[in-house]
């Protein structure tokens, strides 16, 4: 089941739970590179779950992002924690519009 969500000027642009699988194995490399290990395992954890129901990967991709957010983003370059918050509002607006 693809992820269709509406485009707009928010960078990155996902377009499907494939572009949000890759931007999340970005992002853990990031991490890793950064020492953040045990957020690295998170977001990891959230790739698992691409084969699962699609909402359910939206849903645990979600959550992995808001943690990294949360206890890792100085971590992040900037340009790094806001493709991270724009990928966040993208999963937002996809998540509501399911409900």
Request: no cysteine.
């Amino acid at each position: 089941m693809v992820w269709d969500i509406l485009k707009g000027d928010q960078v990155p642009t996902l377009h499907n739970n494939r572009e949000l699988y890759e931007y999340l194995g970005r992002l853990a490399g990031a991490l890793d590179s950064a020492g953040q290990h045990d957020l690295e395992q998170v977001v990891t954890t959230a790739m698992g779950n691409a084969s699962s129901l699609s909402t359910e990967f939206l849903g645990e991709s979600r959550l992995a992002l808001r943690r990294v957010l949360s206890d890792g983003g100085s971590a992040l370059t900037s340009q790094e924690r806001t493709d991270l918050v724009d990928v966040l509002a993208q999963l937002d607006q996809a998540l509501e519009r399911r409900a």
